[in-house]
C-alpha cells in the first residue's frame, strides 16, 4: 500500500475551483479578482481580533459577489464556515447581501448574508461531484447565476 499526501489547499484551488470560476465567466470585467487578501476583523464582544486570509475574492463594483473558502480535500466545509461568515462580515456595504462558496474541490456549500439589526446568514445544501449526476454542474449553474447580479 502505497501512502498519499493529503490534496494541498493550493493544489484543489488551481485544479477545480479556478476552473469552474473561469467558466463561470467570474474572471472577466467587470469582477475584479483578489487572491489572498488579508483582513483583520475586531469582535466587539470579546475585544478579540480573529486574522485570516480570502483565498480568492471576486468583487463587482462594490458587491462582494463570492467570497471562497477552500479547504483540504480530508476537512469538511462546515470547518470553513464560521472563517467565511467572518470575511462576509467584512463587507463594507451593509445594505446588500453577500454571497459565499466553500470548496473542498469534492463538495461545494453556498451561503447568502443578510445584514440588518441581527446579521442572518443561509446554507445551500452541499454539492458533491462524485454523487450521481454529478453535482458540479449545479455548482455552475449557481456561480453563473451569481455573476449576473445586478450591481
Not at 470547518?79 to 473542498?104: C, K, N, V
Amino acid at each position: 500500500m502505497v501512502d498519499t499526501p493529503p490534496v494541498l489547499e493550493n493544489a484543489v484551488k488551481l485544479t477545480i475551483i479556478s476552473p469552474i470560476l473561469f467558466i463561470a465567466g467570474l474572471y472577466e470585467s467587470p469582477f475584479q479578482v483578489k487572491a489572498e487578501k488579508s483582513i483583520s476583523i475586531q469582535e466587539e464582544d470579546e475585544g478579540r481580533i480573529i486574522e485570516g486570509r480570502i483565498d480568492i475574492l471576486i468583487m463587482k463594483a462594490n458587491l462582494w459577489v463570492t467570497v471562497i473558502e477552500s479547504k483540504q480535500l480530508s476537512f469538511s466545509t462546515d470547518e470553513a464556515l464560521a472563517q467565511l461568515l467572518t470575511y462576509m462580515l467584512a463587507d463594507p456595504d451593509p445594505e446588500t447581501p453577500t454571497f459565499g462558496m466553500i470548496s473542498t474541490g469534492a463538495n461545494f456549500s453556498f451561503v447568502k448574508l443578510v445584514r440588518g439589526e441581527i446579521a442572518q446568514y443561509a446554507l445551500s445544501p452541499e454539492f458533491v461531484i462524485r454523487n450521481p449526476g454529478n453535482e458540479l454542474y449545479r455548482v455552475l449553474q449557481i456561480l453563473k447565476r451569481l455573476s449576473q447580479l445586478p450591481d
